[in-house]
């Protein structure tokens, strides 16, 4: 037998599976899901088609909150900042989208800190490690200073396509 759990959007739920299979009730779709294991092992953060996000509790099936301000496009990109050793990235869960910005959002109140942008391009993937982040667009690769929220470095015409996936190193994330 297969455990469920129900997911809300802001206009329908879901369900989803221990196998992540996700069966739409009413409504948009869930279109990403992230989890930082070891610090909130029992939390997901949802990106639906309607650019919503929606926090879940995967032992009590509750929803925890939905993002507000949230991203006016698709949501291509959701990743949990997982730094426990830095009180503000330990709660910060990052997005990139097609609107052209990468949100850096507080967990605990669902809110936007930082909307960064570049170039006027839409983003496809995001990764950080402690100092940086990382957002792949059009055939770009862009690197923004988290102390300054600021461009560090940008790889313009670095690949041919879009940047669909960037990751810094487990082990040596420098």
Known sequence: MEA???????????RLTSALRTTPTAGDFPLLLDHCAPL???EVTVA???????????TTSKVL????QGHTDKVNALRYAGVSDNEHLAHAVITASSDKTVKLWDRRTGTPVADLKHQNQPFYSVDTNKQLICAGGHSEVVFWDLRKLKVALDYRDSHTDDVTAVRFHPRDPQ
């Open 40 to 42: 909130f092992p029992s």
């Open 48 to 58: 639906n088609s309607d650019f919503s996000l929606v926090q879940c509790d995967l």
């Open 4 to 14: 469920s759990v129900p997911f809300y959007a802001k206009h329908s739920n879901f």
């Open 65 to 68: 909150g939905t993002f507000q």
